[in-house]
């Protein structure tokens, strides 16, 4: 079973910085908050992970609360690309993915 | 370098008969994990495969099985479908040895429709 609560969806402009929040109130010291993205009907994308410290890739930023119950994840400068449903989970060897949130970027 | 790779893309398969869809893990991985994604839902882990051992399972019932082969491939076979066994079935490979925190990578999936 998921162990995170994300929105359902949320839209974003084009251009704009796209800000998508995670909680996970019941995270366990070990466990990693990963995030993946799935394009429609294609393999979810692996974007970026972290354990407690704020984390920056070509993708994206994750930025997660010192006490872990909650995360950000953050795509500074969206694209049309960027519409997909976005995963994010808590990595425990396996992946208990939820709804995620469907995010829509508008020109 | 090549990524998880699966075939076939898509399959079309009757009630009752049985399937086998493989998946070639990213070179150096060694570890093969099966997800099914029914339709409008996230992706369901059924099994995860370490140097050829189940390292772990999901719920799913025992129509299904899985293999890890010494090149660290994999089959994922599902006997007896079922309407609802259709979906699109995910391989993912990892570098294990990390426990938890292991990034998995994803290939494009099979495609089942079972009539």
């Known amino acids: 079973d998921a162990k995170t609560t994300q929105p359902t969806s949320m839209d974003c402009a084009e251009g704009r910085a796209a800000n998508l929040p995670c909680n996970h109130s019941?995270?366990?010291?070990?466990?990693?908050v990963y995030w993946y993205r799935q394009i429609h009907s294609q393999g979810p994308q692996y974007i970026i992970h972290?354990?407690?410290n704020n984390e920056t890739n070509e993708m994206a930023s994750l930025i997660i609360t010192e006490d872990r119950k909650s995360s950000t994840l953050i795509l500074p400068h969206a694209t049309l690309r960027d519409t997909a449903v976005y995963y994010c989970?808590?990595?425990?060897?396996?992946?208990?993915f939820g709804a995620g949130t469907t995010v829509t970027v508008r020109a | 370098d090549a990524g998880v790779t699966q075939s076939p893309t898509h399959l079309i398969k009757t009630r009752g008969q049985h399937v086998t869809l493989r998946c070639s893990p990213i070179?150096?991985?060694?570890?093969v994990s099966w997800y099914q994604q029914v339709l409008g839902q996230g992706p369901q882990f059924i099994f995860q495969?370490?140097?050829?051992?189940?390292?772990g399972r999901g719920n799913f019932p025992d129509r299904f099985s899985a293999r890890q082969f010494p090149n660290y491939s994999s089959e994922l076979n599902v006997n007896a479908l079922l309407l609802g066994d259709s979906a699109l079935y995910l391989c993912?490979?990892?570098?294990?040895?990390?426990?938890?925190?292991?990034?998995?990578?994803f290939g494009p999936g099979t495609r089942l429709l079972v009539l």
């Open positions: 993912a490979s990892s570098r294990p040895g990390q426990g938890f925190g292991e990034t998995q990578y």
């Open positions: 019941t995270i366990s010291g070990n466990e990693y």
């Open positions: 972290g354990l407690k």
């Open positions: 989970i808590l990595n425990d060897y396996k992946l208990s």
């Open positions: 070179s150096g991985h060694k570890s």
């Open positions: 495969y370490y140097e050829k051992e189940e390292r």
